[in-house]
């Protein structure tokens, strides 16, 4: 069973750059910035004012009305990506045998859930009291609900459910997807990540622990990752979806093949609910794993998609753990942190920015970290600031970590028989 090859064959975006996969890496090639003042509630009251909201989106563009009104926007986003995805992979689940149906999965997550729909529902306890609250509240709310959406929209029924990990959350759910895969549990997964947070209490939130830039007199710039200047994140929302499918049954259907995926690591910091080690042992761990099972040494790495965040510890600590784990070689492969672009889609980062990995193995084309203006002598890699970078890529590795010190690493290669 574990000699089955992984495979991704669709995949599908919603982003603040880009409400397309093409349209996302067309944005990243040309360094845009998704951030800008906040459009969708009055800022007044927050101390941050700005963040990576999806531009031109009408979801009626997209679903039934009456489906849409039923959906928090993260289930809305989570069921447009897979959508996409579905379309992209040339699967045709119409034609899908039940057997075949029977062995198809979705995992699919989100960080925080329906925190619009909940936000709302309590107004509406608070001032017409609990007899008011409509009855889709809960299956609204709950974050496992997107992956029972896509279920039933083309009758898949193998494994459902999500993963929940914070801001690993996406490469939580994909690399659960890859196992069951592997381990003959599932022969197709739909696997991803969706947050829509940019709301009062979710831009409140973050600010009262102090994780967000405030950067509100130039937010087109305020996500920094590796400047000296770096004040916080930047809150993005948006999703990923990907196709990851057992790869002869992909070669049978005569499908595209993106990348393959061959190596995956997890871990825990063991220490703060917020805070990174300072040393990063975690993530060194993480990726420690992910070169073990993917058979490889650290050198054959040449591209890593980094957590990236913009915050001061963060940047650090992933820096040294990089160090930790490739040595000199650190030096020698390029890194970015394409949450300067994105904003930071917590639940759904790890999934997108799987998509930016995996198209920079496909185009040997590195997606850069821009705004950078001020060096850090503790982030001295070579981070590929302000520009894309041609380079060959033949293995990348994204990372993505968590609230509650969770981390994760995935190593995609360019597919070859």
């Given at each position: 069973?574990?000699?089955?090859?992984?495979?991704?064959?669709?995949?599908?975006?919603?982003?603040?750059?880009?409400?397309?996969?093409?349209?996302?890496?067309?944005?990243?090639?040309?360094?845009?910035?998704?951030?800008?003042?906040?459009?969708?509630?009055?800022?007044?009251?927050?101390?941050?004012?700005?963040?990576?909201?999806?531009?031109?989106?009408?979801?009626?563009?997209?679903?039934?009305?009456?489906?849409?009104?039923?959906?928090?926007?993260?289930?809305?986003?989570?069921?447009?990506?897979?959508?996409?995805?579905?379309?992209?992979?040339?699967?045709?689940?119409?034609?899908?045998?039940?057997?075949?149906?029977?062995?198809?999965?979705?995992?699919?997550?989100?960080?925080?859930?329906?925190?619009?729909?909940?936000?709302?529902?309590?107004?509406?306890?608070?001032?017409?009291?609990?007899?008011r609250i409509s009855p889709f509240f809960i299956p609204m709310l709950i974050p496992d609900i997107a992956a029972g959406h896509i279920s039933m929209q083309?009758?898949?029924?193998?494994?459902?459910?999500?993963?929940?990990?914070?801001?690993?959350?996406?490469?939580?759910?994909?690399?659960?997807?890859?196992?069951?895969?592997?381990?003959?549990?599932?022969?197709?997964?739909?696997?991803?990540?969706?947050?829509?947070?940019?709301?009062?209490?979710?831009?409140?939130?973050?600010?009262?622990?102090?994780?967000?830039?405030?950067?509100?007199?130039?937010?087109?710039?305020?996500?920094?990752?590796?400047?000296?200047?770096?004040?916080?994140?930047?809150?993005?929302?948006?999703?990923?979806?990907?196709?990851?499918?057992?790869?002869?049954?992909?070669?049978?259907?005569?499908?595209?093949?993106?990348?393959?995926?061959?190596?995956?690591?997890?871990?825990?910091?063991?220490?703060?609910?917020?805070?990174?080690?300072?040393?990063?042992?975690?993530?060194?761990?993480?990726?420690?794993?992910?070169?073990?099972?993917?058979?490889?040494?650290?050198?054959?790495?040449?591209?890593?998609?980094?957590?990236?965040?913009?915050?001061?510890?963060?940047?650090?600590?992933?820096?040294?753990?990089?160090?930790?784990?490739?040595?000199?070689?650190?030096?020698?492969?390029?890194?970015?942190?394409?949450?300067?672009?994105?904003?930071?889609?917590?639940?759904?980062?790890?999934?997108?920015?799987?998509?930016?990995?995996?198209?920079?193995?496909?185009?040997?084309?590195?997606?850069?970290?821009?705004?950078?203006?001020?060096?850090?002598?503790?982030?001295?890699?070579?981070?590929?600031?302000?520009?894309?970078?041609?380079?060959?890529?033949?293995?990348?590795?994204?990372?993505?970590?968590?609230?509650?010190?969770?981390?994760?690493?995935?190593?995609?290669?360019?597919?070859?028989?």
């Amino acid at each position: 069973m574990n000699n089955r090859r992984v495979v991704v064959t669709g995949m599908g975006a919603l982003t603040p750059i880009g409400l397309s996969v093409e349209e996302f890496w067309n944005a990243m090639m040309e360094s845009k910035s998704g951030a800008a003042p906040i459009k969708s509630f009055d800022t007044s009251k927050v101390d941050t004012k700005f963040a990576c909201e999806l531009k031109n989106f009408d979801v009626s563009k997209y679903l039934d009305k009456k489906i849409a009104r039923r959906l928090d926007p993260f289930a809305q986003y989570a069921l447009i990506s897979a959508n996409q995805c579905i379309e992209d992979s040339g699967l045709k689940p119409e034609t899908l045998t039940e057997e075949e149906k029977n062995r198809i999965g979705v995992i699919f997550g989100s960080g925080i859930g329906g925190i619009q729909t909940f936000y709302e529902q309590s107004v509406i306890n608070f001032k017409d009291g609990p007899g008011r609250i409509s009855p889709f509240f809960i299956p609204m709310l709950i974050p496992d609900i997107a992956a029972g959406h896509i279920s039933m929209q083309y009758g898949f029924r193998g494994p459902n459910y999500c993963t929940v990990s914070a801001c690993a959350t996406g490469n939580n759910n994909l690399i659960d997807s890859y196992l069951l895969i592997k381990n003959n549990l599932a022969d197709r997964m739909i696997a991803g990540g969706s947050e829509a947070s940019i709301n009062e209490i979710g831009i409140g939130g973050f600010n009262a622990n102090r994780a967000l830039s405030t950067r509100n007199d130039s937010p087109e710039t305020a996500s920094r990752p590796f400047d000296a200047t770096r004040d916080g994140f930047v809150m993005g929302e948006g999703a990923g979806a990907l196709l990851l499918e057992e790869l002869e049954l992909a070669k049978k259907r005569g499908a595209k093949i993106y990348a393959e995926i061959v190596g995956v690591g997890l871990s825990a910091d063991a220490h703060h609910i917020t805070a990174p080690h300072p040393e990063g042992l975690g993530a060194v761990l993480a990726m420690e794993m992910a070169l073990k099972t993917a058979g490889i040494q650290p050198e054959a790495i040449d591209y890593i998609n980094m957590h990236g965040t913009s915050t001061p510890l963060g940047d650090i600590a992933e820096t040294k753990s990089i160090k930790k784990v490739f040595g000199e070689h650190a030096y020698k492969m390029n890194l970015s942190a394409t949450k300067s672009m994105t904003g930071h889609l917590l639940g759904a980062a790890g999934a997108v920015e799987a998509i930016a990995t995996i198209l920079a193995v496909v185009n040997d084309r590195i997606p850069p970290t821009i705004n950078f203006v001020n060096p850090d002598p503790e982030c001295d890699l070579n981070y590929t600031f302000n520009k894309p970078q041609d380079r060959v890529v033949n293995y990348a590795l994204s990372n993505a970590f968590g609230f509650g010190g969770h981390n994760t690493s995935i190593i995609f290669k360019k597919y070859t028989e």
